[in-house]
């Protein structure tokens, strides 16, 4: 069998991206890593992609007058690389539909809440917030919406008393760094099926 070709977008510090990355190496995941995509040339994760021998298409979105013109850009670096799984993780740009229409179903993002709770920009400072006893991770396919797509996997991370926003954070990170990789594994081997807003992790 042929490996799944991927491409994970990120923005920060790629702790993510490094554990697909060390998944793969441990022969722990049938992929390839064909491309970070980056919109933050200093990002932590850029050198991760090179210590890893990952190609990488970074970029500064102010040089272009839209996201759709970046967004076609990154699809023809997509379509060069024979890209087939998108993966979001920690990318901190707004997709539009230009990249989500040709991509659907074909396109995961991991997001540090049990979701449809604390959607959005700080999923981890909103549950503490609100006063949950429970969070976690979730990995979706992406719709357009705001984490609103198909829900794939999740993860529950208790909270503790005395929870800080750090110390919470470290433990749904640990959770995604679990979470992800065995999801595209699912992927890789076909066993994800999407039905409308359900989706099925066949054994």
């Known amino acids: 069998m042929s490996q799944l070709r991927i491409a994970v977008f990120a923005s920060g510090q790629g702790t993510n991206f490094q554990a697909i990355a060390d998944a793969v190496r441990e022969g722990k995941l049938d992929v390839s890593i064909e491309l970070l995509v980056c919109d933050r040339p200093s990002a932590p994760v850029v050198e991760r992609a090179q210590r890893a021998g990952v190609e990488a298409f970074v970029f500064k979105p102010k040089d272009y007058p839209s996201r759709e013109a970046y967004e076609g850009e990154i699809i023809a670096e997509l379509e ?11 990318y901190m740009r707004i997709i539009t539909s230009v990249l989500v229409e040709p991509y659907y179903g074909r396109m ?4 540090p809440s049990l979701l449809p709770a604390f959607p959005g920009v700080d999923g981890i400072g909103q549950a503490l917030q609100y006063g949950v006893k429970v969070t976690g991770a979730t990995v979706h396919f992406v719709d357009g919406g705001l984490d609103s797509g198909p829900i794939i996997a999740q993860q529950v991370v208790e909270v503790l008393e005395g929870d800080s926003t750090e110390s919470l954070a470290e433990r749904i990170h640990a959770a995604e760094q679990r979470l992800l990789p065995g ?4 992927i890789a081997h076909g066993r994800v099926k999407l039905d409308g807003r359900h989706v099925r992790i066949e054994e």
């Open 108 to 111: 995961i993002n991991i997001h």
């Open 80 to 90: 060069r690389r024979g890209v087939e799984l998108i993966v979001l993780a920690g």
């Open 183 to 186: 999801v595209i594994q699912h």
